[in-house]
């Protein structure tokens, strides 16, 4: 059987590949263009794919295709429609990352909030050596006693509400479906909860519910020292709009893993925020740790195992 990995180094060196290589002949290319997928697959059985696009056209190419494999969650790199009009099947893998991409949550947030990188360079700039006092105070603030607010109570949002908890916050949330009703914690309509929260943490899907959710009417009425965090899906955030929101001071800050269009482009506004300080950049890793990247791997080693063997 031979199976085609198409973007290996979005895995890393997972030890899991050792697995994958059992199954049958291995091909595992760095990455691929759009344009070279239809070649690279043409004598594919399984075809196994984190981010780049498989259409109808590599579909086509690959004549012996039985399964097209998706190393990730989110399914929009891959053509459904024409994979069901040709009768292929394609599986994606889910609930690999829920530790991962709270501890990353979480991460971020402490990190902002605390001025870590500030203090890191306070010190090894040599400013603290020259310090009269033993100690260089900047304004932070403790998650106990504050009101953090989930967009979007799934898996993830549900494990970093179990977190925040943790830390003597009160949880509340916003169900970007409507159909969340049953969480131990208080439900909120969006504007409400951006009114009333310190935290508002995203951890909903990409959809036609979340697409350019929080534009800069809603995220104004934020008070004024809330943090936004944003480790679920680029576009639920208009960027434009946060980047002004920013560089107004109308709200504490930002910290994103995830962005419209990934990588992210060099005229993202983003990037071109005056109030730097104010916002805290990732490069979609919330999702990678070691342990989440081997499980999504070996989900999708028996995904193929179950439909091919």
């Known amino acids: 059987m031979n199976i085609v990995l198409l973007d290996r180094k979005t895995l890393g060196e997972a030890a899991a590949l050792a697995n994958l290589q059992q199954l049958g002949h291995c091909t595992f290319y760095e990455s691929t263009k759009t344009d070279e997928v239809a070649e690279r697959v043409k004598d594919a059985a399984v075809i196994i794919t984190n981010k780049v696009m498989v259409n ?6 690959a004549t012996k295709l039985k399964l097209i494999c998706i190393a990730a969650t989110g399914t929009n790199n891959v053509d459904l429609q024409a994979a069901k009009e040709l009768g292929i099947p394609v599986k994606n893998v889910s609930g690999y990352s829920t530790e991962s991409v709270a501890q990353h949550t979480f991460a971020m947030l402490l ?24 100690t260089h105070l900047q304004p932070i603030w403790e998650l106990h006693g504050k009101r953090l607010g989930i967009i979007g109570l799934g898996t993830i949002g549900k494990r970093v509400a179990q977190i925040a908890t943790c830390f003597g916050a009160e949880v509340v949330y916003y169900s970007t479906s ?9 439900q909120l309509e969006l504007s409400a909860l951006l009114k009333t929260c310190d935290v508002v943490s995203i951890h909903a899907p990409l959809n036609d519910n979340t697409h350019n959710l929080l534009t800069y009417d809603l995220m104004k009425l934020m008070p004024a020292h809330a943090v936004l965090v944003n480790t679920g899906r680029g576009g639920i955030i208009n960027e434009t709009d946060l980047a002004q929101i920013i560089d107004e001071d109308l709200i504490g800050g930002a910290c994103i893993d995830v962005y419209t269009t990934e990588p992210i482009l060099a005229d993202n506004p983003l990037l071109r925020v005056k109030n730097k300080h104010k916002l805290l950049l990732t490069p979609h890793v919330a999702w990678s740790s070691s342990e989440a990247i081997n499980t999504v791997i070996l989900k999708t080693i028996g995904n193929i195992t179950s439909t091919t063997l």
């Open 56 to 61: 109808r056209e590599a579909m086509l190419a």
């Open 111 to 134: 990190a902002f909030q605390n001025k870590i990188c500030y203090f890191d360079d306070h010190v090894k700039s040599g400013a603290y050596c020259k310090s009269d006092t033993f």
């Open 178 to 186: 409507g159909k969340n009703n049953g969480a131990p914690y208080q």
